[in-house]
C-alpha cells in the first residue's frame, strides 16, 4: 500500500470517528442540527475513501492480496455510499447512529490489517470467492440497515402512539421513511446475498466438493437467507408492512446476529477467517 | 433619541385598531409626512392587524414625541379617552426593546410566529424608498432583523405548531415523511373540515374526497379543492384508498368503527393510516387507535400538543428576552457614540483648521526647505496634533458607552471652543 493510499484512509478514518461522535451526540443532546453536520462529515469520509481506492484501483498490485485492506475499505466505502445515497431521498440522518459505526469498525479493521496480508487463504484465492465475498456481505451489510430501520419504526411508533411530545420523536425519521428503508433493505439485501450464495455454492461445488454443506455457516448464511426470503415474500404477496414487519426484521436480526457470532466461535468452520 | 408609539392587540380594541389602520393606508407617503414633525429626523411606521407603531429618531428634548402621539391620534381618530387607554410611548432604551420584542414576535398574538419579521422588513423598505431613515434608523432596524434572527436559531420559540391544524399537520409529517401523493378524506363539510382541507392541501396532499350526509354540500367542498364528493354509505371503499381522514360531522354516534378500520386494513395492504377525529361527540370509535398501523388523535390529544408547545414556547421566551436585552445593550451603546461623534468630527475639523493656516503662515522659511523636508515637517505637525486630540477623542467614546455622553461633549465642545 502507497503511502498516498494510508493518508487517504487515515483522514477517512478520522471524518468517520468524528461524525460516529456527532451521531451520538445528537442522540444524546436531541439536536438534528448535530446529525446533519455528522452527516457532511461522513460525506467528506466517503470521499477520503473515494480517493484511497481510486489510488488503490491506480495502483493495481495492491489487488493481488485481496481481502486485506482494500476488501475492508471498499466494503466501508460500499455502505456509507449506500447510507448517503438514502439522504438524498428520505433526509433520516438519525440512521447514521447505527451506520456510522458500522464504517468505523470496517475502517479501523482495514487500517489496523498489514498490508499485505490476506484475509482468505491464498489456495482459494479467485474471482469467484471475490464475487462471493462482496455480495454476501454488503447482502448482510444491507439486512444490517433494514434491521435498523426498524428498530428506529418500532421506538416512532411507540412514540406517535403515546401521544406525548418527545424530543427523541422530533429526531427520529418518519415512519413512511423508515418503512421505505427496511423495504429496499430487505430487498436489494435479499438479491445480493441470493448472488452471493449462488456463487458460493458454484465454487464449493467445484473446489470444496461435498465437504461444505454441513459447514456451520453455510446452514447459517442459508437460514438467514430463507428467513428474509420469506419476510420479503410476506411483504410482496401479502402485503405485511409497517409494525410487523419491523418487529420482524430486528428480531430475526438479533436471533442471527446471537447465531453468527456463536458460529464463529464455537463451531469449526471452513469460513473461520472471516 | 430613540422613540417609539403606537397601540397593539393588547392595548386597543379591535375597532380603535381598525380606524388607526385604515388612517395609515390613507397615507401614501406616511414616512415622509412624519418627517416634517419638528424634531423627527428619521421615522418608520409599522401597520399590521395588531399594531400600528411609528419608530422614529428625535432631537432630544424636543415636544417630538408628544407631536407623534398626536399625530396618530389624529389619523385615527381617536377620542381623548382612546388615546389616554390605547397608546403608548418608549423612549431611549425601551423603544428599542419594544421594537426588538415586536421583531422576534415576543410581543406578537401567537408568540413566535413568522410573519411579523417580514411586515417589520416591509415597513422598513417602504421607508428606505421614500429617504425616512438615516444612520441611527438603519442600524436600528438591522440590529431588531439580527436579533429576531437569533431568537429564531438560538431558542426553540418557533419550534413547534400552536395551532390544532398545524399540529396535525406536522404529525402528518412525522408519520408518512412527506405529503405529496398522499390521498385525504375528509368526512363532514362544515366549516373545520374546509380549514383541515386548506391546511392539508396546502402541505402537498394530493387527493381529497369529501364524504357527507348532504351531497351537494360535499360536491361544493370538494370542487373547491378539485376532489370527489361522495355519501357517507360509500365511506367502507373510501377508506380504503385514503392515508389521512378527518372526521368533523355532528353525527351522535361513531361514524368509523373498529371493523370497519380493521376490515379496510387487510385490502389496503397495511399501508399506514392516519385518523384524525376533531368531531364532539366524537366521530371515530377510539378503540381504532390501537389497531396496529394505524394513528388515531382526536381533539383533546392535538389540544394537548398545542397546550404543551404554548408552553414550551413561553419557557423559550425566557431565553429570547436575554438575547433582546444583549442586543438593546449592544446599539445603546453605538448610539451613545454616536452622539459623541459630531464633536469628534468638529474637533478634528477645527484642528485640521489651525494646521492649515498656521501652515500657511509659516510658508516662508518652509519654501525654503526641499520637497523632501517640507513633507517630513508636515508629518511631525501632524503627528503631534494627533497625538495631542488622541486622549480628549477616545475619552469621550468611551465615556459616551458608560454613561449619557452629553456632559463630556459639553465639556470637550467647551474646552476647545467648538460652537465659536
Not at chain 1, 47 to 63: D, I, K, Q, S, Y
Not at chain 2, 64 to 71: E, F, I, P, R, T
Not at chain 2, 166 to 194: D, H, P, S, W, Y
Not at chain 2, 348 to 369: D, P, S, T, Y
Request: aromatic share 8%; charged share 20%.
Amino acid at each position: 500500500m502507497s503511502g498516498t493510499e494510508t493518508v487517504f484512509l487515515v483522514q477517512a478514518l478520522t471524518c468517520t470517528a468524528l461524525a460516529v461522535a456527532g451521531y451520538l451526540l445528537s442522540i444524546f443532546a436531541k439536536r438534528v442540527l448535530v446529525a446533519k453536520i455528522s452527516t457532511w462529515i461522513l460525506t467528506a469520509a466517503f470521499g477520503f475513501l473515494t480517493v484511497n481506492l481510486v489510488v488503490a484501483a491506480v495502483n493495481w498490485a495492491g489487488w493481488d492480496q485481496f481481502g486485506s485492506r482494500h476488501f475492508l475499505a471498499f466494503y466501508a466505502w460500499a455502505t456509507a455510499g449506500i447510507y448517503l445515497g438514502f439522504q438524498l431521498k428520505t433526509k433520516t440522518r438519525v440512521l447514521g447512529v447505527f451506520v456510522a459505526p458500522l464504517i468505523l469498525l470496517l475502517l479501523i479493521a482495514a487500517a489496523g490489517l498489514a498490508p499485505n496480508r490476506s484475509l482468505v487463504p491464498p489456495e482459494w484465492k479467485g474471482g469467484l470467492t471475490t464475487l462471493h465475498l462482496v455480495l454476501s456481505i454488503a447482502g448482510e451489510a444491507l439486512f444490517v440497515l433494514a434491521s435498523a430501520a426498524g428498530a428506529m419504526f418500532l421506538m416512532q411508533n411507540r412514540l406517535i402512539k403515546s401521544k406525548k411530545r418527545a424530543k427523541m420523536s422530533k429526531l427520529l425519521p418518519s415512519l413512511g421513511d423508515l418503512d421505505k428503508i427496511n423495504f429496499i433493505g430487505l430487498m436489494w439485501g435479499f438479491v445480493l446475498l441470493t448472488a452471493g450464495v449462488v456463487t458460493g455454492t458454484v465454487y464449493a461445488v467445484f473446489v470444496w466438493e461435498g465437504a461444505w454443506l454441513s459447514d456451520p455457516r453455510v446452514v447459517w448464511s442459508f437460514a438467514v437467507w430463507v428467513a428474509y426470503g420469506f419476510l420479503l415474500h410476506q411483504r410482496l404477496a401479502i402485503g405485511w408492512g409497517g409494525v410487523r414487519m419491523a418487529a420482524l426484521s430486528v428480531l430475526i436480526f438479533m436471533l442471527f446476529a446471537v447465531s453468527a457470532v456463536a458460529v464463529r466461535f464455537c463451531l469449526p468452520s471452513m469460513h473461520s477467517f472471516i | 433619541m430613540i422613540v417609539l408609539v403606537g397601540l397593539n392587540h393588547k392595548t386597543a380594541p379591535l375597532d380603535v385598531r381598525e380606524r388607526l389602520f385604515a388612517g395609515c393606508q390613507e397615507m401614501t407617503h406616511l414616512p415622509g409626512e412624519l418627517l416634517k414633525i419638528d424634531g423627527v429626523s428619521e421615522a418608520l411606521y409599522l401597520s399590521t392587524c395588531n399594531r400600528v407603531e411609528i419608530v422614529a429618531k428625535v432631537e432630544e428634548g424636543s415636544p417630538a414625541l408628544s407631536s407623534l402621539k398626536d399625530y396618530l391620534v389624529r389619523l385615527g381618530a381617536l377620542s381623548g379617552d382612546d388615546a389616554e387607554k390605547c397608546l403608548y410611548a418608549r423612549e431611549g432604551e425601551e423603544a428599542i426593546r419594544h421594537l426588538f420584542r415586536v421583531a422576534a414576535s415576543l410581543d406578537s398574538l401567537v408568540m413566535g410566529e413568522a410573519q411579523i419579521l417580514g411586515q417589520v422588513k416591509d415597513a422598513y423598505r417602504q421607508s428606505l424608498a421614500e429617504n425616512a431613515t438615516g444612520v441611527a434608523l438603519n442600524r436600528l432596524m438591522h440590529r431588531a432583523f439580527r436579533t429576531a434572527k437569533r431568537v429564531r436559531t438560538e431558542t426553540g420559540i418557533a419550534a413547534n405548531p400552536v395551532s390544532v391544524s398545524f399540529a396535525a399537520v406536522e404529525l402528518a409529517g412525522k408519520i408518512f415523511g412527506t405529503l405529496a401523493g398522499k390521498k385525504l378524506l375528509v368526512i363532514g363539510a362544515g366549516e373545520m373540515a374546509q380549514l383541515a382541507c386548506t391546511h392539508l392541501a396546502g402541505n402537498g396532499v394530493e387527493q381529497i374526497t369529501v364524504a357527507n350526509r348532504s351531497a351537494p354540500q360535499a360536491a361544493a367542498l370538494a370542487e373547491q379543492f378539485h376532489g370527489r364528493a361522495v355519501g357517507l354509505d360509500a365511506l367502507d371503499e373510501a377508506l380504503d384508498d385514503a392515508d389521512i381522514v378527518i372526521s368533523s360531522t355532528g353525527s351522535p354516534s361513531y361514524v368509523i368503527t373498529q371493523q370497519m378500520v380493521a376490515r379496510c386494513l387487510r385490502r389496503r395492504k397495511n399501508r399506514l393510516l392516519f385518523l384524525i377525529d376533531i368531531a364532539v361527540p366524537r366521530d371515530i370509535d377510539p378503540a381504532c387507535g390501537g389497531i396496529e398501523n394505524v394513528f388515531l388523535y382526536n381533539i383533546d390529544d392535538l389540544q394537548g400538543i398545542v397546550d404543551e408547545n404554548i408552553k414550551n414556547r413561553k419557557r423559550e421566551a425566557i431565553k429570547a428576552e436575554a438575547i433582546v436585552t444583549q442586543e438593546v445593550v449592544n446599539y445603546a451603546d453605538w448610539l451613545r457614540q454616536l452622539e459623541a461623534v459630531p464633536t469628534i468630527v468638529s474637533l478634528r475639523r477645527k484642528a485640521e483648521g489651525i494646521v492649515g493656516r498656521e501652515m500657511e503662515k509659516a510658508g516662508n522659511w518652509l519654501g525654503a526647505l526641499d520637497g523632501g523636508d517640507r513633507e517630513k515637517v508636515e508629518a511631525l505637525v501632524n503627528g503631534i496634533v494627533n497625538k495631542i486630540l488622541h486622549g480628549p477623542v477616545t475619552a469621550m467614546k468611551e465615556e459616551s458607552v458608560e454613561t449619557r455622553s452629553q456632559d463630556i461633549v459639553a465639556a470637550a465642545r467647551q474646552l476647545f471652543k467648538l460652537d465659536d
